[in-house]
C-alpha cells in the first residue's frame, strides 16, 4: 500500500498524480475530521468525479467542507473494500452509512476430533479443529437447533469436563435427550452413524437423511425390532415437520435475502440467513446514514460494512440494486475465494422470499419509528423537569456493584438522543479503597471517567445521572471539580422513602430537597430506564469478576500450583468442577503434577467436608 495527500497542494495537479489503481480515499475537513471515505477501483476517476459539476446536494455539502484528501493505493478492490470497512468503523465519518455491528455472530460447533463428539453452541474465529455450522443471526436460533437437535440425534451437548468424570448417566439419557456415551451405553459405531446423520442434516442434505432412516426402519422391522423401528419412525416424523418449518422451497445451498426499507430519515436492513436450503432466522439492523441517501447507496454501504469480517455466502438476493454492484461482486468473490452472485430480479419462491424480508424490513422499520417517537417526548420531558436549555444529546449513569464490599465494579451507561449506545458502556474495576466504601467507589470511577473525558478521549456529557442521593451526589461532584470538568449537569437517582418503583426522588446540587415527578412522568420512565441499565450493567461485571476471582482463589493458595499449572488443570478438567469432582489418581494424571502435589490439591478442596 501507498498513501497520498493532497494537503497544501494544487487540487488539479494533486488529482492529475493520481493513479488509476484500486484504493480507498478520506475526505478531510479543515478541522482534520474525516468527514467520508470511499473505496474506488480506479482513484483517479472517482476523486476526480467529485469534482464535476452534476452532483447531489449531499455531496455538495460534503464537497464544500474538503479542505483534505487523503489517498492509500491497494493492490487489489478486495483490499481496498475490507481497508475502507475497517477505517468506515474506527473513524465514523458523517458522511458515510454507518453500521453499528460490533458483535460476531454464534455458530454451532461440533467436535469431530474427539471420539465421542460434541455439539456445542460457538461464537468466535473459526480456527481450530471442528465442524463449524451457520452462521445463526442470533444466540436463540443456535439454542433452538441444538434443542432439536437433542430430539432428532441424541449426540451429547455437555462440556468435557463433566463428560469425562461421569460414573452413570446423567437427566439427559434419562429424558431421551442423549444416548449415554459417558458410561458406554452406546457402541461407538452406533454414536458415529448419529454423528454423521448430523452432520448431513446441518449441512442441508436433509433427504439422504430420511432415506438412510427409512431405510433402517425397514431394517428394523425386518428384524422384529418394533422399539428400534418405533425410534426410527419417531426421528422421521420430527425431521418432516423440521423440514415443512424451515426448508426453503427449491434450495439447497447457501444465500442471504437483503432487503432494505426507508421512510422519516431512518434505515431498516433485513437480512435471511439461509444455510444448506435451511432459514436459519433473521435479523434486522438500522445504519445510519446522511440525510438524502438513496436505497442503492444505503445497501452498498451496508454490505461492504456487514460482510467485511463475515462469511460470504455464494449468492445475495437483493430489494435494490446497490451502487458499485460489480465492484462489490468482484470484490466478495475475491475474498470469498469463488464466484459470488447478487440478485435482484427473482422469480417463484424466491421472489416470495425476497417479499417477505422487504416486508420485515418495513415493519421493523415502523416500530423503531414508533418507539422513536416515545422516546423523543421523554427527553422532551426531561429537558423541562431538569429545566435544561436543550434537549439532551449526551446522557451518562454511574452504578456500584458489590458483595458486602467484594470485588466492586462501577458502571458507566451511555444514552444519547436515539436510546442506549452499548459499544460506549464502560465498566471500572474498583481498587484500593474500604470494602463496602460507595462514596470512595463513586468517586475513583468518576475521577478515571472524567479524566479521559477532559483528555479529549469521551465527548462530555450534558446530564450524568448518580445512583443514590446526596453522598453520592457530593462525592461525584467532588469528582469531577477535581479533574477540572464543568458545564454538566449533575442528578442523583435515589429510592423512595417504601423503594418502590415509581417513587424515586431527584437530587440536584444546591438544593436540601429532592425533586419527587409524578410516578407516571414520561421523564421518571426514561430516568428509570437509564438507572436500571447501569444497574444491569454494573451487576452483571460484579458476578463476572467475583465468579473468576472464586474459580481460581482455591488453586492460588495451593504451594507448588504456579498460573501454568493452574491453566493446565482447569483446561484438563474443563473447568474447576471437574477438578473438584477427580479423584487424586485423576489429578496425578495431568502433566506435571507429582502425587503428592496431586493429594494437595484434592484435600485443599475436600478438607472442609471431611472435617464435617
Known amino acids: 500500500m501507498s498513501i497520498e495527500r493532497l494537503a497544501d497542494s494544487d487540487p488539479k495537479a494533486f488529482l492529475k498524480r493520481l493513479p488509476t489503481a484500486p484504493g480507498v480515499y478520506r475526505m478531510i475537513d479543515a478541522g482534520g475530521t474525516v468527514l467520508y471515505v470511499g473505496k474506488a477501483k480506479n482513484l483517479k476517476r472517482r476523486v476526480s468525479s467529485y469534482f464535476g459539476r452534476s452532483l447531489s446536494t449531499r455531496i455538495q455539502l460534503m464537497v464544500s467542507?474538503?479542505?483534505?484528501?487523503?489517498?492509500?493505493?491497494?493492490?487489489?478492490?478486495?483490499?481496498?473494500?475490507?481497508?475502507?470497512?475497517?477505517?468506515?468503523?474506527?473513524?465514523?465519518?458523517?458522511?458515510?452509512?454507518?453500521?453499528?455491528d460490533d458483535k460476531s455472530y454464534p455458530y454451532i460447533l461440533l467436535t469431530v476430533q474427539d471420539d465421542f463428539p460434541r455439539l456445542t453452541f460457538y461464537r468466535g474465529p473459526r480456527k481450530g479443529a471442528g465442524r463449524f455450522f451457520g452462521p445463526y443471526p442470533s444466540s436463540w436460533a443456535v439454542r433452538e437447533t441444538l434443542h432439536l437437535m437433542q430430539k432428532l440425534f441424541p449426540v451429547r451437548q455437555c462440556e468435557d469436563g463433566f463428560f469425562r468424570n461421569r460414573s452413570r448417566p446423567c437427566l439427559q439419557y434419562q429424558i431421551k435427550r442423549c444416548s449415554g456415551p459417558c458410561v458406554g451405553l452406546i457402541a461407538p459405531e452406533e454414536y458415529a452413524q448419529d454423528v454423521e446423520r448430523t452432520i448431513k442434516f446441518l449441512d442441508g442434505r436433509t433427504s439422504e437423511v430420511l432415506d438412510e432412516l427409512a431405510g433402517a426402519m425397514d431394517s428394523a422391522a425386518e428384524r422384529l425390532e418394533f422399539e428400534r423401528a418405533a425410534v426410527l419412525r419417531d426421528q422421521i416424523v420430527?425431521?418432516?415437520?423440521?423440514?415443512?418449518?424451515?426448508y426453503v422451497n427449491g434450495e439447497g445451498g447457501d444465500l442471504d435475502i437483503v432487503a432494505c426499507a426507508q421512510e422519516a430519515g431512518l434505515n431498516c436492513v433485513q437480512v435471511f440467513f439461509i444455510r444448506g436450503g435451511r432459514n436459519l432466522g433473521n435479523k434486522a439492523f438500522f445504519p445510519q446514514a446522511p440525510q438524502g441517501t438513496e436505497a442503492a447507496g444505503l445497501l452498498a454501504g451496508f454490505l461492504a460494512q456487514f460482510y467485511a469480517e463475515k462469511a460470504i455466502p455464494s449468492e445475495l438476493i437483493l430489494s435494490v440494486e446497490p451502487e458499485d454492484a460489480g465492484l462489490l461482486e468482484d470484490a466478495f468473490s475475491e475474498r470469498a475465494g469463488r464466484r459470488v452472485h447478487f440478485r435482484t430480479n427473482v422469480r417463484g419462491e424466491r421472489a416470495r422470499w425476497l417479499e417477505m424480508a422487504l416486508g420485515n424490513a418495513q415493519i421493523a422499520l415502523k416500530s423503531r419509528l414508533g418507539?422513536?417517537?416515545?422516546?423523543?417526548?421523554?427527553?422532551?420531558?426531561?429537558?423541562?423537569?431538569l429545566d435544561l436549555d436543550e434537549l439532551p444529546g449526551r446522557m451518562e449513569c454511574f452504578d456500584i456493584s458489590h458483595t458486602q464490599g467484594e470485588r466492586t465494579v462501577a458502571s458507566c451507561v451511555i444514552f444519547d438522543g436515539e436510546g442506549p449506545r452499548k459499544s460506549d458502556y464502560r465498566r471500572f474495576n474498583i481498587e484500593g479503597i474500604i470494602p463496602?466504601?460507595?462514596?470512595?467507589?463513586?468517586?475513583?470511577a468518576l475521577t478515571?471517567?472524567?479524566?479521559?473525558?477532559?483528555?479529549?478521549?469521551?465527548?462530555?456529557?450534558?446530564v450524568v445521572f448518580i445512583d443514590g442521593g446526596r453522598g453520592q451526589l457530593h462525592a461525584a461532584e467532588?469528582?469531577?471539580?477535581?479533574?477540572?470538568?464543568?458545564?454538566?449537569?449533575?442528578?442523583?437517582?435515589?429510592?423512595?422513602?417504601?423503594?418502590?418503583?415509581?417513587?424515586?426522588?431527584l437530587w440536584l446540587l444546591g438544593q436540601d430537597l429532592p425533586v419527587i415527578l409524578p410516578s407516571d412522568s414520561p421523564a421518571m420512565h426514561l430516568i428509570e430506564q437509564i438507572r436500571d441499565e447501569a444497574h444491569r450493567f454494573a451487576i452483571t461485571g460484579h458476578r463476572q469478576r467475583r465468579a473468576q476471582a472464586r474459580?481460581?482463589?482455591?488453586?492460588?493458595?495451593?504451594?507448588?500450583?504456579?498460573?501454568k499449572r493452574r491453566q493446565l488443570l482447569l483446561k484438563h478438567f474443563g473447568g474447576l468442577r471437574g477438578l473438584v469432582r477427580a479423584g487424586v489418581e485423576e489429578i496425578a494424571g495431568v502433566d506435571g503434577i507429582s502425587r503428592q502435589l496431586a493429594q494437595q490439591i484434592y484435600d485443599a478442596f475436600h478438607h472442609d467436608s471431611a472435617g464435617s
Open 371 to 385: 418507539s422513536q417517537a416515545g422516546y423523543a417526548r421523554r427527553l422532551e420531558a426531561l429537558m423541562d423537569a
Open 65 to 100: 467542507q474538503i479542505a483534505d484528501i487523503e489517498v492509500t493505493v491497494t493492490r487489489t478492490e478486495g483490499e481496498a473494500l475490507l481497508l475502507e470497512s475497517n477505517l468506515i468503523k474506527s473513524l465514523l465519518p458523517r458522511f458515510n452509512v454507518l453500521l453499528r
Open 436 to 444: 463496602g466504601d460507595d462514596y470512595a467507589a463513586m468517586h475513583q
Open 478 to 505: 467532588a469528582a469531577i471539580a477535581e479533574v477540572g470538568v464543568s458545564n454538566v449537569r449533575l442528578v442523583g437517582v435515589s429510592k423512595g422513602p417504601d423503594r418502590r418503583p415509581g417513587t424515586e426522588q
Open 551 to 563: 474459580k481460581t482463589s482455591v488453586l492460588e493458595e495451593i504451594s507448588g500450583v504456579g498460573p
Open 238 to 246: 420430527t425431521l418432516n415437520r423440521i423440514r415443512e418449518r424451515q
Open 448 to 462: 478515571r471517567r472524567y479524566t479521559r473525558v477532559r483528555q479529549g478521549e469521551y465527548p462530555l456529557p450534558d
